[in-house]
């Protein structure tokens, strides 16, 4: 087993008495980013929250390097869907990087500078453009130390250039040691971004390097119709 591997034993989740994930068995490799795919539906963001225990239905066994989520909690970066932030709360962005520093209280300004916002540092967050929020939220994660760094659906709402440039950051971030999930919905984009995916219907259809699952027998798997022409190269197994 790799040192900083996210091992999952028999996951599953449910909603209202509604099963949304199912028994799933898989391990997440360290130092890599991995993209979890899936149809509308398939319970991605359930699957992300369920590994940090933000589900309060959910049964299995999660590990992280061997240790349960409550011992490793400091050390992951978890950013939710944007659509469920809540913008209008009176903070700055340097405000927002600080939060990831405490109980260290290290200086924020550097991470802002990492992703290019340092001029941006006393705007407050409801300002900010798709991109640079989650530029900014990257920053707290750099700040925060965090190992592991969770982001669901961080491209949608925001422009081409920002999201090159967040992914810019996170291949720097993988670079550096860091593990990424990263929950994603645009499949045309999955080859060039991910090393690992992770394809979910409610149940896992299958994971692994991206030239392994990202194929036409197991998008059609998933997404029960005919989008073979995805894959890059034409048919594949």
Same mark, same amino acid.
């Given at each position: &087993?790799?040192?900083?591997?996210?091992?999952?034993?028999?996951?599953?989740?449910?909603?209202?008495?509604?099963?949304?994930?199912?028994?799933?068995?898989?391990?997440?490799?360290?130092?890599?980013?991995?993209? %979890? %795919?899936?149809?509308?539906? $398939?319970?991605?963001?359930?699957? &992300?929250?369920?590994?940090?225990? /933000?589900?309060?239905?959910?049964?299995?066994?999660?590990?992280?390097?061997?240790?349960?989520?409550? #011992?490793?909690?400091?050390?992951?970066?978890? =950013?939710?869907?944007?659509?469920?932030?809540?913008?209008?709360?009176?903070? !700055?962005?340097?405000?927002?990087?600080?939060?990831?520093?405490?109980?260290?209280?290290?200086?924020?300004?550097?991470?802002?500078?990492? =992703?290019? &916002?340092?001029?941006?540092?006393?705007?407050? *967050?409801?300002?900010? #453009?798709?991109?640079?929020?989650?530029?900014?939220?990257?920053?707290? $994660?750099?700040?925060?130390?965090?190992?592991?760094?969770?982001?669901?659906?961080?491209? =949608?709402?925001?422009?081409?250039?920002?999201?090159?440039?967040?992914?810019? *950051?996170?291949?720097?971030?993988?670079?550096?040691?860091?593990?990424?999930?990263?929950?994603?919905?645009? /499949?045309?984009?999955? +080859?060039?971004?991910? !090393?690992?995916?992770?394809?979910?219907?409610?149940?896992? %259809? $299958?994971?692994?390097? =991206?030239? +392994?699952?990202?194929?036409?027998?197991?998008?059609?798997?998933?997404?029960?119709? %005919?989008?073979?022409?995805?894959?890059?190269?034409? +048919?594949?197994?």
């Amino acid at each position: &087993m790799e040192r900083t591997a996210i091992e999952i034993q028999d996951l599953s989740a449910a909603y209202q008495g509604k099963t949304v994930l199912k028994t799933i068995n898989l391990t997440i490799k360290s130092q890599k980013i991995t993209g %979890i %795919i899936g149809p509308n539906g $398939a319970g991605k963001s359930t699957f &992300m929250k369920a590994l940090l225990e /933000l589900i309060p239905a959910s049964t299995g066994k999660i590990t992280f390097s061997g240790q349960p989520v409550k #011992s490793v909690r400091k050390k992951i970066a978890y =950013v939710e869907q944007r659509s469920e932030l809540d913008l209008s709360f009176p903070i !700055d962005v340097l405000g927002v990087v600080l939060l990831g520093t405490y109980p260290s209280l290290r200086i924020g300004r550097q991470e802002l500078k990492k =992703v290019g &916002m340092e001029d941006y540092a006393k705007r407050q *967050i409801s300002e900010l #453009s798709g991109g640079q929020l989650q530029r900014v939220f990257i920053a707290r $994660a750099l700040a925060q130390g965090a190992e592991w760094i969770f982001l669901d659906e961080p491209f =949608v709402g925001i422009d081409a250039l920002s999201e090159r440039k967040i992914f810019d *950051i996170l291949q720097e971030l993988k670079n550096s040691g860091k593990t990424i999930l990263i929950v994603h919905h645009d /499949l045309h984009k999955v +080859e060039e971004y991910f !090393d690992e995916v992770v394809l979910l219907n409610k149940q896992l %259809i $299958a994971s692994g390097p =991206v030239q +392994e699952v990202f194929t036409s027998k197991n998008l059609q798997l998933a997404y029960g119709e %005919i989008i073979g022409h995805l894959v890059k190269g034409g +048919e594949k197994k």
